[in-house]
């Protein structure tokens, strides 16, 4: 089975500034996808960022982005000019690319708090 | 609007007294799971279906069941919970084109 860490229970950024959320995982797969999910005070899950192990590229959304390093197995996210609406918990998963297995699983989780 | 729909919100009940959470997809996805989150665990996933008629066990399904006769709904049923069964739980879908997940907005049980 797959193993999501993410070793950082909570993290505290000021506005403006940025953050680095880390996340590490434990596979024998070359193919798969990772994910950062934003879960805010309303618990709704909302997809942050997607990456494909495949791409050499890190993804970017917006202020988001990802440092993905497939050798360490370490999947960062960055959120920089954080706001007030970025706090939330922050979940990193992955997923295994096996069309037989849609499963995601998830780190622990790291609570973002962002201080005016 | 396309989502996953999960019913109710909240839920508190008694130790043994049979209960359902329902779950609905309004975008034809094929796979459909259900998931546990509880503090310093993260989520886990209770039980799958890769299509009508078709589920499976996931990391942690004990005491709870599913069942999947239409494409658009996959409840999840706990015949007599137990206190250890309080937990956020969520409803999701996908389709392989995605390759992520469609949440539903989660359902909070406490069993007392």
């Known amino acids: 089975a797959q193993t999501v860490t993410q070793s950082q229970p909570e993290m505290s950024v000021q506005e403006a500034e940025t953050v680095t959320l880390s996340c590490t995982y434990d596979?024998?797969?070359?193919?798969?996808?990772l994910f950062w999910y934003k879960q805010p005070p309303s618990r709704q899950m909302i997809l942050v960022i997607r990456q494909e192990a495949y791409k050499q590229q890190n993804a970017t959304e917006n202020r988001f982005s990802v440092n993905f390093q497939k050798a360490a197995k370490s999947f960062s996210l960055k959120i920089s000019d954080s706001q007030l609406g970025d706090a939330a918990m922050y979940f990193c998963?992955?997923?295994?690319?096996?069309?037989?297995?849609?499963?995601?699983?998830f780190g622990a989780g790291t609570t973002v708090t962002v201080r005016a | 609007e396309a989502q996953v729909t999960q019913n109710p919100r909240y839920l508190i009940t008694v130790t043994g007294k049979k209960l359902t959470v329902t779950c609905s997809q309004n975008?034809?996805?094929?796979?459909m799971s259900w998931y546990r989150q509880d503090p310093g665990l993260g989520l886990r996933q209770i039980y799958y279906s890769m299509n009508v008629e078709v589920t499976d066990k996931g990391d942690v399904p004990e005491g709870y069941k599913v069942s999947r006769k239409e494409k658009r709904n996959f409840p999840l049923i706990l015949e007599s919970p137990s206190p250890n069964q309080t937990s956020l739980y969520f409803c999701?879908?996908?389709?392989?084109?995605?390759?992520?997940?469609?949440f539903g907005s989660g359902t909070r049980l406490t069993v007392v």
């Open positions: 596979t024998s797969e070359s193919d798969y996808y």
């Open positions: 999701a879908s996908s389709f392989e084109g995605f390759k992520g997940y469609t």
């Open positions: 998963a992955y997923r295994s690319a096996s069309s037989n297995d849609y499963k995601l699983s």
């Open positions: 975008m034809n996805h094929e796979y």
